[in-house]
């Protein structure tokens, strides 16, 4: 809420907004220059909401030592110096606690652990202080929260496929995915309604009915979905609602399919599915990328553009399913997984009648590749223990396609922070890759690392800003 403070009728001044407090010094700042262009200090006091009297001393202050600063005070010098300051940061949020089954810290097993081991950080630290010492540096290591590196080496074309569908959508397009293992609840005791300053409430425990899976298809172009619940998620069930689906559509019509890369999406017999469907032939293929190759092509009728790996917020339908669970499931209660499913099926039919309106994507990726290659370099710069070789893999080689293709959206300055890191850190690669137990993933890592050395390094700085 603005509050309005009074202001002098022949000196007006502009509304303070109170949810945005100023700053010691920005305040004395303005105390000051309010006081030079001839305003009151009533005025001043009002506009800042700080006494008179502290208006009148910073106003001498100025006009006498032109300091807006704090002077220097007496007091206890510092126990803990810098050295046992940031010792206390890096054992607590850097290493895990040395107590079995453990990985997180507790400021009372920190206490105890400085207290028993006092070389750790040199002297022992009570809780206050080390809560004191983390705040000083705003860190809260307790805290989780979760993000998404990208992992598949070929993200950023395939990426740009999917957004081409968005921004140039074809008459049928349709994005499809699997809403697997939805439950049954139902709350062993009624809800509450909801009082005065009181949200409604539900019992915790619940009595668990079953699990039903949603197979859906978003229309983005029109926002209505079509969907079926069924027992199962595997190929067969699949191929029976994708036909369905199909068949919906007037013969002639060329359909687009947006989905993910489960392997039930690619298998040989949704393959031989989608075959028949476009009137095409189709010879069994041995891999999985042979056969999504197959189903991307654009000699049939029928289309399925895959996302790339770890990337299923680029589904559009994922924000329906979003929707859907807000909407029917989260405050739903479901004797049976018949009423489940009657549910869902009814919510798709009230959507399509009443909820529905078009999709549109906005995103366009801009600045995605600069943050990839920071995140690689951050994981470099800490060394983490956690990284393997495939995911190493996946990297080294993510950044020789983003030197390939994509070195101009990088600035100068993440180029060459990576290039130096990764001479740094040749030891800690190396290692990775060296204890590797799998001899085919050891030899997939060694190429890439060696893709990565002829193709990423020579791309220096200079050549970046080139």
Not at 100 to 117: I, K, M, T, V
Not at 268 to 281: H, K, P
Request: aromatic share 10%; charged share 25%.
């Amino acid at each position: 809420m603005v509050e309005r403070l009074p202001v002098n009728v022949d000196n007006p001044l502009p509304v303070r907004l109170t949810e945005q407090p100023l700053s010691r010094r920005q305040e004395r700042t303005v105390m000051a220059a309010l006081n030079m262009g001839g305003t009151e200090q009533t005025t001043i006091s009002l506009f800042t909401g700080r006494h008179r009297n502290t208006v009148r001393r910073w106003i001498c202050r100025v006009d006498t030592d032109s300091s807006i600063d704090d002077r220097l005070r007496s007091g206890r010098p510092r126990r803990f110096q810098d050295n046992v300051r940031l010792r206390t940061i890096a054992v607590y949020c850097q290493l895990s606690p040395p107590l079995p089954g453990a990985s997180a810290w507790s400021l009372r097993d920190a206490e105890n652990h400085f207290h028993q081991d006092a070389a750790t950080v040199g002297m022992p630290v009570s809780r206050s202080s080390i809560r004191r010492i983390l705040l000083e540096h705003s860190l809260r290591p307790h805290r989780r929260e979760y993000y998404l590196q990208i992992t598949d080496p070929e993200f950023f074309p395939k990426m740009e496929r999917i957004i081409q569908c968005y921004m140039d959508m074809p008459e049928h397009l349709y994005c499809f995915d699997e809403c697997t293992c939805i439950q049954a609840l139902k709350p062993v005791s009624p809800d509450l309604p909801a009082k005065s300053q009181q949200a409604y409430l539900r019992d915790f425990d619940y009595r668990r009915n079953g699990t039903r899976d949603l197979m859906a298809f978003l229309h983005p172009a029109s926002g209505t979905v079509s969907g079926e619940c069924t027992a199962r998620h595997d190929t067969a069930t699949l191929c029976e609602v994708f036909t369905r689906h199909v068949k919906a559509l007037p013969d002639d019509a060329r359909v687009h399919y947006i989905m993910d890369n489960l392997t039930s999406h690619y298998h040989d017999d949704f393959c031989r599915t989608v075959a028949e469907l476009s009137n095409v032939d189709y010879q069994p293929l041995k891999t999985g990328a042979q056969r999504r190759a197959w189903l991307e092509s654009e000699h049939k009728r029928i289309v399925i553009h895959f996302l790339p790996f770890h990337a299923s917020w680029l589904n559009m339908i994922e924000i329906w399913f979003g929707i859907l669970n807000a909407k029917c499931l989260k405050p739903g209660c479901f004797e049976s997984v018949q009423h489940l499913s009657d549910s869902i099926h009814a919510f798709i039919d009230t959507w399509n009648s009443h909820l529905a309106h078009p999709f549109t994507w906005s995103y366009t990726g801009e600045g995605l590749q600069a943050k990839a290659v920071r995140r690689f370099s951050r994981l470099l710069e800490i060394e983490t223990p956690q990284m393997d070789s495939k995911f190493l893999t996946s990297q080294l080689l993510l950044m020789c396609n983003i030197a390939h293709s994509y070195l101009r959206e990088i600035p100068a300055e993440d180029w060459g922070r990576l290039i130096e890191l990764a001479y740094q850190k040749a030891d800690y690669i190396r290692r990775i890759i060296e204890f590797e137990s799998g001899p085919y993933r050891k030899r997939k890592a060694q190429r890439a690392l060696q893709n990565f050395n002829e193709i990423v390094l020579p791309h220096n700085v200079l050549t970046n800003a080139a």
